[in-house]
């Protein structure tokens, strides 16, 4: 029989070499994860310590599998009582009445005290393979959860039977077609206690728990997945009001649509250093800086400006309770009470160490699916390193990041810094995934703080690189251009008193200017002057010589005649005398 | 109930046996359980027993009831309180501790 069985199934898988099919469980992320779900009409070991989610998983497994995908399901339950079953079904947002009543589920509680039942020779567990057919039947089931089975090892003693029963039971459970999760118990080195993973060979899927810095996560890893590509990691994953959530490590992909579209930061200043436009809408900003640089209040800004625009923010908040810090903006002259009241913003405030980092991540994830904003503020995210390791806070904020960028949500990211570190060094994680990165910094000079503002880089558009002062005033946050001399950046009052320094200096140089002109006017007519009295004397010179001239000529002209009256008078030659006097 | 006290146990004096014996199809296991039983009570218990056999092939629904894995399955359902015994019932000592018929 045995034999004959086992000729079936090789000869089986050889011949028809069927792609393995899969049946997807609805779990959000394990689909994913196993490429499709778990092996059809197989069965499935789900291991794990006591309270890692086994029982959920399965339950999931069945619910997801009646509701979604119309394959009704067969609870066998050993540990729990069908009050309690319902208690936890309904935790999870499942209606176990519901489900039976329309025939989607059918439930059956095995019960068994080891204190009443005795055992006198050869039996085998034809009454449960009775019991499992009848559930089945009774709904035309597909799926099947045994949880968990190996409570008959306590309960009843002779283990060489079971051990045989139990290879029956699996291979019966194949030849009936119904795809089953059978739950286990975690072992001392070993997956199951009482090693039923030698029966699963097809499917083996861990569960477990940790605590790191007293947070508890949850984790899954598939550890076995016969004749299939599978997830290999160990993958993170929540247990909330809808269920199972498990969070692929690794990222989503880089496929989303990037958006030519631009919006406000809420500063005017700012948008002109980005380009004149602003941020693009769909983009990641990470604004870090040490403690009290105004990282909050600049995402404020940004925030306030969505909401005028009438569109709906989320902020999420590890520092400040939402009254906290509506008071303190509304101090910088920006009142974000009457978004909150309108609904445009919503504000989640917790701290890191509230849950476990996926926890957040999926919270977040559920609150954004349900709010669906454009803006989304995280304050900070450096806050998560306590209660993770940087690797997981980096990983777990690419996963955030594009989640927002594959729904076209605007994300702002604080960070902050730690004080005398290299700012630009310990956001460098982080910075990779950031599309625009200001950065907001003490410039500590003459005994006086102030903050100056960069944008360290900002991907798709030409920016400013140019450090700006930054101030925070009751009207809010304005940018003011620094000085910038031979001394150094000034802010501040250094600033001002450079300033001052340079209206004196230009005011000096101004009257410089005035007399050196005054000097020269008079110098001009000092020398208009002076050529008078030249061309004055000249011409009193020129008439002089003139006058001279006229006279000697006359005086010839009159010599002249004189000679030719003295040659007439002598009788000469006229032609001889006559030359010079004409 | 109002009869003497018997030296064995006094569950023995009780008026009425019902016992149960759940098989599931005619197995070599459920006739030899069977038949082991017709013995046992014959021996034991002449005259005031009742035997039920539940086949839960046919009524796979009639397992719940008594919670049964084990084929195949002695139910005591009187007296009270019940007792269950899996097996074939080949083991007579046991069989007999089981049912209160012997002190355990």
């Known amino acids: 029989m045995d034999a004959y069985d086992s000729s079936v199934v090789v000869g089986g898988t050889v011949k028809s070499s069927d792609v393995l099919h899969k049946v997807p469980t609805g779990i959000k992320g394990f689909d994913e994860i196993t490429v499709g779900g778990l092996p059809k009409g197989r069965a499935t070991l789900v291991c794990g310590s006591a309270g890692t989610g086994k029982t959920v998983f399965a339950m999931e497994f069945l619910v997801r599998g009646a509701v979604e995908y119309g394959e009704p399901g067969v609870l066998i339950a050993f540990e729990e009582t069908s009050t309690e079953l319902a208690q936890s079904f309904a935790s999870l947002g499942f209606d176990l009445q519901t489900l039976v009543a329309r025939r989607l589920l059918a439930l059956d509680f095995v019960h068994v005290e080891r204190s009443e039942i005795i055992e006198t020779g050869d039996y085998d567990l034809n009454g449960l393979f009775v019991r499992i057919a009848y559930a089945i039947d009774s709904v035309g089931a597909k799926r099947v959860v045994i949880d968990s089975l190996e409570t008959l090892f306590s309960a009843l003693g002779d283990e060489a039977i079971l051990r045989s029963e139990f290879r029956r039971l699996f291979r019966w459970l194949k030849e009936r077609g119904v795809t089953a999760i059978i739950t286990g118990e975690r072992g001392d080195g070993t997956l199951t206690r009482h090693g039923i993973e030698e029966y699963v060979s097809d499917c083996v899927i861990l569960l477990d728990q940790r605590v790191h810095e007293r947070v508890a996560t949850r984790y899954l890893r598939v550890v076995k997945y016969r004749g299939t590509v599978h997830g290999t990691n160990e993958y993170p994953f929540l247990i909330h009001e809808g269920g199972i959530s498990v969070v692929p490590v690794t990222s989503l992909g880089l496929t989303h649509q990037a958006s030519e579209e631009r919006m406000s930061t809420g500063v005017p200043r700012l948008d002109a250093m980005l380009g004149g436009k602003g941020i693009y809408r769909g983009s990641s900003v990470l604004v870090s800086g040490t403690a009290g640089t105004g990282k909050s209040s600049l995402a404020a800004h940004a925030v306030h400006a969505a909401c005028k625009r009438g569109e709906r923010c989320l902020y999420f908040a590890f520092e400040e309770s939402q009254g906290q810090y509506v008071r303190n903006m509304r101090s910088i002259g920006v009142d974000l009470q009457p978004w909150i009241d309108k609904g445009l913003l919503q504000f989640h405030a917790s701290r890191p160490t509230y849950f476990g980092l996926e926890m957040h991540l999926a919270s977040m994830q559920r609150t954004i699916e349900n709010f669906d904003p454009s803006l989304v503020v995280v304050d900070p995210v450096t806050n998560f390193a306590m209660v993770a390791t940087p690797f997981e806070v980096r990983s777990m904020l690419m996963r955030l990041v594009d989640s927002l960028k594959s729904r076209g949500i605007t994300g702002i990211f604080t960070s902050l810094t730690a004080g005398g570190s290299a700012l630009d060094e310990t956001d460098v994680g982080m910075s990779s995934l950031m599309d625009t ?22 991907r798709g558009m030409a920016h400013s690189h140019q450090v700006r002062e930054f101030s925070v005033s009751s009207h809010g946050l304005d940018l003011i251009d620094v000085y910038v001399g031979p001394s150094g950046v000034l802010t501040g009052s250094a600033r001002q008193a450079q300033e001052a320094k340079e209206r004196t200096e230009a005011l000096v140089r101004q009257q410089h200017t ?63 005398q006559n030359g010079g006097a004409g | 109930m ?72 002695l139910v005591r359902r009187l007296p009270e309180p019940i007792r269950k015994i899996i097996g074939d019932l080949s083991n007579t000592e046991r069989v007999l501790v089981g049912l209160d018929i012997r002190p355990r």
């Not at chain 1, 003490?442 to 703080?449: D, H, I, P, Q, W």
């Not at chain 1, 004397?537 to 009256?565: C, N």
């Not at chain 2, 014959?42 to 005259?47: D, T, V």
């Not at chain 2, 839960?56 to 894995?69: K, R, S, T, V, Y």
């Open chain 1, 437 to 458: 990165w200001l950065l907001v910094q003490f410039l500590e000079a003459s005994g006086e703080r102030n903050r100056g503002l960069y944008v360290l880089k900002s």
């Open chain 1, 514 to 576: 005035e007399r050196k002109q005054r000097e020269l006017a008079r110098k001009r007519a000092q020398l208009d002057a002076q050529i008078l009295a030249l061309r004055a004397a000249f011409e009193a010179e020129e008439q002089d010589v003139l006058a001279t001239l006229e006279q000697d000529k006359r005086r010839e002209v009159s010599l002249g005649h004189d000679r030719e009256q003295q040659a007439r008078l002598r009788q000469a030659d006229p032609s001889k």
């Open chain 2, 2 to 73: 109002t009869s003497p006290v018997n030296a064995i146990d006094h569950d023995v004096n009780y008026e009425i046996w019902e016992l149960r014996l759940y098989v599931a199809g005619q197995t070599r296991k459920s006739l030899l359980a069977l038949s082991n039983l017709k013995r046992l009570c014959e021996e034991h218990l002449a005259g005031k027993y009742r035997i039920e056999i539940i086949d839960l092939l046919q009524n796979p629904q009639l397992a719940e009831g008594d919670q049964i894995l084990a084929i195949p399955t």
